[in-house]
């Protein structure tokens, strides 16, 4: 059974129009590529963001699940299998390591966020999986994006009241935490869906990509 991720990605793009697709294969999809926290502290900002859902009337905080984007792009579903087995292959070079979150952020006047302190590992995640980029892209008007600051957010999208009150409240309250990241949320949604599925779990394995090379292809 397939699993989900009932959120939508940090930032909203527009699909272009394909016309009449005769076949499913042949329509675009949204993938994206995520850092996630375990099941606990996944919880735990969850609960974060319900009680600020509560008290700032805005229940885009509960459906933006808790996850680093790390990539997101459109593509053919027909493409998903030859991108698939780059990403992993890719996937199985990088390291794992601790991801670590101190405090809150904002983009103002619309975003409140927890501050991502792992930076560069991150990035560096995103600086590999380029090498996947010419996959990833559909066409010159619609290239993959990829992450410029790592955070985690806790509501976005939000009302100018909102913010300000929000703000006021969070720029003064604490949040440490951590994390191992050791795989990749491989992601997509189809149809103007609000479920994500989880393709694959990518583990990041630091081996010599050569020695993953036969697999990719078995």
């Known amino acids: 059974m397939a699993l989900t991720y009932k959120g939508r990605i940090s930032k909203e ?48 905080a509960v459906a933006l699940k808790p996850h680093i984007s790390i990539v997101r792009f459109i ?14 292959l890719l996937a199985t070079a ?48 619609n290239k993959p994006h990829f992450l410029n600051e790592p955070h985690i957010a806790v509501a976005r999208k939000l009302l100018p009241w909102q913010y300000e009150k929000g703000w006021l409240e969070y720029s003064n309250k604490h949040f440490h935490a951590s994390f191992m990241a050791d795989q990749l949320l491989f992601m997509k949604r189809t149809g103007g869906s609000k479920a994500w599925q989880i393709i694959d779990r990518l583990k990041m394995m630091n081996l010599p990509v050569e020695t993953k090379q036969g697999d990719l292809f078995a």
């Open 13 to 60: 793009f527009t699909l272009p129009d394909f016309g009449d697709a005769y076949d499913k294969k042949l329509e675009p999809a949204e993938y994206m590529v995520v850092l996630a926290p375990h099941e606990d502290l996944y919880n735990k900002i969850m609960e974060l963001k319900q009680e600020f859902a509560k008290a700032y009337e805005n229940t885009m």
């Open 94 to 141: 990088l390291p794992d390591f601790k991801v670590d979150l101190d405090g809150f952020g904002s983009y103002p006047s619309h975003t409140i966020y927890i501050k991502v302190q792992t930076q560069e590992p991150i990035k560096a995640i995103a600086k590999k999986l380029k090498e996947a980029q010419s996959l990833m892209t559909i066409n010159k008007e």
């Open 75 to 88: 593509q053919y579903e027909m493409n998903e299998l030859k991108i698939h087995n780059k990403l992993k």
